[in-house]
């Protein structure tokens, strides 16, 4: 079939990339899905800096690319063996996970081999590609390459959610809501009594503020624009600090969750850790950054620091519970979408969070 979609064509394009044009948006053809594959009609996909990060060459990937990875959608067509039928929405999640390798057999705190080998080469999980252009083949991206019409994407890429789970929300689960909700769920594991520091303030790191709160502990926000910290004590935050107003005021708290992608935000996270306390960072900062942080402290304030990627998520054991906290009213992630946007105001839209402007913008069809 012929579908719309958004091709990276080159990475390390310069910002603003809405003049460098890196993305062109056009037509596609599909391949029908395979065994244990889907067709998936796109009802709205998240902007997230995992696509930015291919754009501007921090992760380079093979190009060219269908770029998007945080969606949900409605399944069109079922390829034999995948267990889910015509008609149910899915989230798509960037991650899929075998369930055999030693890597899936650690509940979610390794990323699955047999995926992320997949996700590297630009292929869907089983080594196909479904993309063309003009006969010629169009990687996918992270296994989904959701900005576009309609993707075909491995049954292993997806988490059927009923049909009260509206698209906008149900897309957000994909990424920002099993990064940023897992690193305080799975990786950072406050106790009963324990503040959540969230340094970092967008769409994951809002998520994992939101689910900090939903779980019912303090909570506080860390960032260097005036109007994420503003909506952070909207959404609940006890506090909401710049990085130099968290060092004013000393503050340290037993867990902290980095978002940000930078080395200077790792740096500020373990700043703010309490002797005793985890760090957890699920940022994707250039290959090249480095930070400084002094190995006495790790050691004489018995501090613990956790890399957790995709939140140490296990999609179909997490989404279910986020879900669950959404529906009870206690998790209103409606409030991370920032932008409702048409898939041709892509290059705006990656131009804005890389200025750092932006929550979640998505694109809706």
């Not at 079922?78 to 989230?91: L, N």
């Not at 509940?107 to 081999?113: D, I, K, M, V």
Request: proline content about 7%.
């Amino acid at each position: 079939m012929q579908i719309t979609g958004a091709v990276l064509e080159r990475c390390g394009a310069p910002a603003p990339f809405a003049a460098s044009e890196p993305i062109t948006i056009g037509p596609l053809e599909l391949d029908p899905p395979g065994p244990g594959e889907l067709l998936v009609r796109i009802e709205a996909a998240g902007v997230c800096h995992s696509d930015l990060s291919v754009v501007d060459g921090s992760r380079v990937r093979p190009v060219p690319m269908l770029l998007g990875h945080e969606a949900a959608g409605i399944v069109e067509e079922a390829g034999s063996g995948t267990g889910i039928a015509a008609g149910r929405r899915v989230v798509m999640t960037f991650l899929p996970r075998c369930g055999h390798c030693d890597a899936c057999r650690t509940e979610g705190r390794l990323p699955c081999t047999v995926g992320s080998a997949a996700n590297a080469a630009g292929t869907l999980v089983g080594g196909g590609i479904r993309l063309r252009r003009d006969g010629a083949a169009v990687n996918h991206h992270l296994g989904v390459s959701a900005f576009a019409t309609h993707a075909v994407v491995a049954a292993a890429s997806v988490v059927p959610v009923d049909d009260d789970v509206p698209p906008d929300i149900a897309a957000l689960l994909g990424c920002a809501v099993l990064t940023g909700g897992g690193a305080v769920f799975n990786a950072g594991r406050p106790g009963p009594e324990d503040a959540v520091a969230v340094v970092g303030l967008g769409g994951v790191g809002m998520a994992a503020l939101l689910v900090a709160i939903a779980l019912g502990h303090k909570a506080i926000g860390v960032d260097a624009v005036p109007a994420k910290l503003e909506l952070a004590r909207e959404l609940g935050a006890a506090a909401a600090y710049t990085p130099a107003g968290a060092a004013d005021a000393e503050l340290r708290t037993p867990v902290v969750i980095e978002a940000a992608g930078s080395a200077r935000a790792f740096e500020t996270a373990c700043a703010v850790t309490a002797p005793g306390g985890t760090t957890v960072t699920v940022g994707l900062p250039h290959p090249d950054a480095r930070a400084s942080i002094a190995p006495l402290v790790l050691t004489a304030e018995a501090r613990t620091v956790v890399g957790s990627y995709l939140g140490s998520a296990v999609p179909n054991r997490d989404i279910p519970r986020y879900v669950a906290l959404w529906r009870s009213g206690r998790l209103p992630l409606d409030r991370l979408v920032s932008d409702r946007i048409a898939l041709a105001d892509l290059p705006a839209a990656l131009d804005r969070l890389a200025a750092g402007t932006a929550l979640r913008q998505l694109v809706t069809f």
